[in-house]
């Protein structure tokens, strides 16, 4: 089951049930202190409280009268990272001075994780991402997203994209926040798949695309399985010692990074697919 929050037509901003015919609304009315998408989220039984919430009079609306919105409330945004070889290579080529750190996190117990946004800093569907106007090296990273509930269980998974200044990263390790976190650097999106049994990596592909001037300029994928570590290990990492009151979003790690000759440029679409959530699009801007 796929949650999203949505704005019709008429401005208003509703939680809605994503099915192939369309969109379910919720009636968010029905239950003391359920009113935005993560009360559903953090409640004891999601998937029963949104079948409940379905709003019989309301029938299904298509799904390009509506405008998806980030499917983020008051959550942090936290990342991990060299969780892929991929990620492990490219982050040792791009950083002579932190390369032994990058070889020796893959492999630890402890993983790399690191505060990535806060709502103000991510973006929805279709709204810009940001390149930073002091990088001249950047790229997205298309990244598995765990949602956690404040209780830090998996409650469900999105779609995000871990904006990166390689450039900023590689000059320095100790500039990692300033590579990661800043206005606009992370995507998310366009809905919640409801984690209601056991996940099957294997069936999991994510995807990225990259459009230029109307052409495509890069595109790769990964299957999910090629993560080095379970996704359980990383939200228990993320929760020690850690309260997350608001719930939070956790990103996994990416699979693919472009080229070294590749950097975004302004006008730049970027476009993440991952099996049986969809498909996160964002423009890019750099002033
Ligand atoms: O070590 C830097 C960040 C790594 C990262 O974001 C990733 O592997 O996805
Ligand atoms: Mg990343």
Redesign the pocket.
């Known amino acids: 089951m796929k949650l999203a929050k949505v704005r019709l037509a008429d401005g208003k901003v509703r939680v809605a049930l994503v099915e192939d015919k369309g969109l379910q609304l919720l009636d968010m009315e029905q239950v003391t202190g359920i009113r935005v998408l993560s009360d559903i989220l953090h409640a004891p039984d999601p998937v029963g409280l949104a079948k409940f919430l379905v709003d019989p009079k309301a029938g299904p609306i298509k799904i390009n009268e509506v405008t998806f919105l980030a499917p983020i409330d008051r959550q942090e945004v936290w ?1 991990a ?1 060299v969780t892929y070889k991929r990620s492990q290579i490219a982050r040792m080529e791009e950083s002579e001075a932190g390369a032994s750190h990058y070889d020796k996190v893959y492999t630890a117990p402890r993983p790399e994780i690191f505060l990535k946004a806060t709502p103000h800093r991510v973006s929805g569907p279709g709204e810009p991402v940001r390149v930073r106007a002091d990088s001249g090296w950047s790229v997205p ?1 298309p ?1 598995f997203t765990l949602v956690l509930n404040p209780a830090k269980q998996i409650v469900g998974y999105t779609i995000g994209n ?1 904006m ?1 200044a390689r450039d900023i990263e590689g000059e320095n390790p100790l500039y990692l926040p300033q590579a990661k976190v800043y206005n606009q650097c992370c995507g998310l999106g366009p809905c919640i798949l409801l984690a209601d049994g056991p996940l099957n990596k294997e069936a999991v592909t994510i995807e990225l695309v990259i459009h230029r001037n109307g052409a495509e300029a890069y595109r790769a994928s990964t299957p999910l399985s090629q993560m080095k570590r379970e996704l359980p290990e990383l939200a228990e990492w993320l929760g020690k010692e850690n309260d997350l009151p608001a719930g939070a979003f956790l ?1 996994t ?2 699979g693919i990074v472009p080229p070294d000759n590749f950097t975004l440029e302004n006008g730049d679409s970027v476009s993440i697919s991952i099996t049986g959530i969809g498909t996160l699009t964002n423009p890019v801007v750099k002033d």
Do not use: Q
């Open positions: 990342a990272g990273e990244e871990d990166s990103l790690g990416t």
